[in-house]
């Protein structure tokens, strides 16, 4: 669900935010430092006449088509990280070895994220690799977990906490710093009850919202906690269904990319369950057989 929401947009609308950084390098390539300089100290100084005219036909037509490519290519690598996600769900139960692929959708979020920050535009948008960090990190985790091998269940748990730390950490600092999107988010879905929030009041919930997260990121890497885990895992799903609530169902996709937030805690739950388990069971084998030797 999470690649579904990330996909979706790429697929349908504007593309990935790696798209639009490498078509925005390009063009600053294509204009150039220097004939920009140029055209910047002729318009300041010079009459318009004198203006460089550095852009041909051909140079238009050049980067229309790198343009046009570079989105087909965006939308087939959406595309296929969506079909793998969705293809594994079905075969790595009979193909084990299979699972390693969840890697590449990983990388892709990675790398999208990478974008985000990079691309900037947005409140604490160089925080996005962190603050996805439950994102590709599911899929990280993923291959460990269904590999069953117990050599990997360290791995697994450091994997899963980690993730979770990062996410809930960067979220707890935006909404400490009152992130103008988590303002919004409050005022939309406020308004929906009839309920007049104001700013004093809007402000002080998004601060213990945010102590809130940071204490669940430190408690999560310190402690394995039944009732934590469970809360950070209806916080999650709380954070991401906000969404659709106060944007209306087509903010679908934003409210899937979000749900790692709450699987990754059920994950690392499940996960210290099963390694408590399997030593009770090896604890009692061992019993058994040093009972039974004479």
Not at 127 to 143: D, E, K, M, Q
């Amino acid at each position: 669900m999470a690649v579904l929401g990330v996909a979706w947009p790429v697929i349908f609308n504007d593309g990935s935010a790696l798209a639009k950084l490498l078509i925005r390098n390009y063009e600053v390539d294509t204009v150039g430092d220097a004939d920009f300089e140029a055209a910047m100290v002729a318009e300041l100084y010079v009459e318009q006449s004198a203006i460089p005219k550095t852009h041909s036909l051909n140079t238009t037509t050049d980067t229309t088509n790198y343009v046009s490519t570079l989105q087909s290519i965006d939308r087939a690598a959406a595309l296929l990280c969506l079909l793998i996600t969705l293809g594994l769900t079905f075969t790595c139960r009979r193909w084990p070895k299979l699972c390693w692929l969840y890697l590449i959708p990983a990388i892709w979020l990675l790398a999208n994220a990478q974008a985000i920050s990079i691309n900037g535009g947005n409140a604490f948008a160089e925080l996005a690799v962190p603050a996805h960090a439950t994102r590709f990190g599911l899929l990280i985790a993923l291959p460990l977990i269904l590999s069953k091998a117990p050599k990997y269940d360290r791995a697994i748990s450091w994997v899963l906490r980690i993730s979770c730390a990062l996410t809930f950490a960067i979220h707890g600092w935006e909404a400490f710093q009152l992130n103008p999107a988590f303002q919004d988010l409050l005022y939309i879905t406020a308004g929906h009850v009839n309920i007049e929030l104001s700013e004093w009041y809007c402000h002080g919930i998004l601060r213990v919202i945010g102590v809130m997260d940071l204490i669940l990121a430190i408690a999560v890497v310190t402690i394995i906690n039944r009732r934590l885990l469970i809360w950070m895992a209806c916080w999650g799903l709380i954070t991401a269904a906000s969404r659709p609530i106060a944007m209306g169902f087509d903010a679908w996709p934003e409210c899937a990319m979000r749900l790692p937030n709450s699987v990754m805690p059920l994950l690392l739950l499940f996960h210290s369950v099963q390694i408590n388990n399997n030593k009770t069971t090896s604890n009692s084998l061992n019993d058994k057989q040093n009972h039974i030797t004479p």
